[in-house]
């Protein structure tokens, strides 16, 4: 069964630094694209930012210059440093991967819970 496990949320202040990390047990398949999402209470879940195996990556614009995301295909992991952060940016961040042989599996992690004081 895959898995995909986040880790490095925890409480940070207004203007802080950040770093999450998310590792995926996918194995005989290449993953296509690794994400990351976030989910703040009531409100709906939004893309944060997404890098593809050969390297092409999006973010959202609400952190587009604040954050990176970079990925490791050896080893299935991806992660997202997150700088100057908002309280506004409190929420559940979630990996997510898109793997298979037709690039149509969609796996979650948990979340990892993230928490910006003012």
């Known amino acids: 069964q895959v898995q995909v496990v986040e880790s490095g949320g925890g409480l940070v202040q207004a203007g802080g630094s950040l770093k999450l990390s998310c590792v995926a047990s996918v194995t005989s398949y290449s993953i296509n694209i690794m994400g990351w999402y976030r989910q703040a209470p009531g409100k709906k879940r939004e893309v944060v930012a997404s890098?593809?195996?050969?390297?092409?990556?999006n973010y959202a614009d609400s952190v587009k210059g604040r954050s990176t995301i970079s990925r490791d295909n050896a080893k299935n992991t991806v992660s997202l440093q997150m700088n100057s952060l908002k309280p506004e940016e409190t929420a559940v961040y979630y990996c997510n991967i898109r793997w298979g042989s037709l690039n149509q599996i969609i796996t979650w992690g948990q979340g990892t819970q993230v928490t910006v004081s003012s």
């Open positions: 890098i593809s195996s050969g390297g092409d990556i």
